[in-house]
């Protein structure tokens, strides 16, 4: 049996641990341990950075060719061609790629991680058509909410079709996008929507997907999108509320800036009595993507507001010295928490 790095050394701990405590001999120990072989590491590091490298020189061309203009014009303006025309090449182009990744996940379905690279080609065209597409409307008037409106039904419809979970995400980036450009429409402009500003706005938004995620694991759909779902629509609730417990729900940026940030507290102190609740609820019934993300956010509350009300009043050598303090006791707790759960992990 081959097992990577991380593996082959948290087998190697269990076998150690089983053997100093009596609970196999040294001859099983050995036997165990000539059972498995370390896999080659330079394989699959070649093989990410190969994949790095395919995206970084795709999106570069893709840039090169498409994003910028200038050849596009000088096709419209030799020939003639229209908005309209460029979409429905593109379109055309979208389709083609939609179809050849689905015979690629049909012919090749453990390459899970190259079969998502080839998706970003899929986001990039239908990206492009949809700009064409929305140019061509006599009733666009900018009101970009149309376009991202768009891209979350086609994204969306994409993604179910081939599973993907990038073109999933990519889906709730631009339904994310479609509510604030909708709201700041039906606003007229105005930063302020029903009564909220953009944090208070994108806090619901991001509550309003992590709910849909739990509702899809209640009704059992779209199995494959769940943990997704449920994992980004978490950070987009979080991130909000961070943003919140920062600006509040004031909408003038020049006023905020004149206002001290004490101003804000009960802002934060629910943010922080938030989280507190979440991390006790999480720990209560064993959710590692609910305590993780909100360890992650209850130290950057913590630090946070460490800037925002000992930033002027401390001096600076002072002020970094307790900061990297903090950092190394956030560092070693966290090794002995993982020590600890792996010595748990290899006793069960």
Known sequence: MELDKKEAEAVSKAIQYWQESNKISGELAEELRNSYQLRNANV???????????????????????????????????????????????????ALFIYLAKRRQTKYPASKASNETYNITIILTIGVAITYWTRSFTNFDGNYAIPLLIATVVYGGVAVFLRSTLLWTVMIISLAGWWGAQTHFWSGGSYRFLGMNYPLRMTVFGLAIWLFSIGLQKLKLLPFFQETTYSIGLFLFLLAAWTLSIFGNYDDLSGWTAIKQSYFWYWALGFSIMLALLLVYAFQNKLETLRDLGLVFFLVNIYTRYFEYFWDRTNKGIFFAVLALSFWFVGKKAEQLRNKNSISKADS
């Open 44 to 94: 699959d590091a070649i093989a990410i950075y190969a994949l790095i490298s395919a995206v970084s020189c795709g999106l570069l061309a893709f840039g090169a060719l498409v994003l910028d203009e200038k050849w596009l014009e000088q096709l419209r303006n030799k020939w003639g061609f229209s908005e309209t025309i460029f979409g429905i090449g593109f379109t055309a182009l979208a």
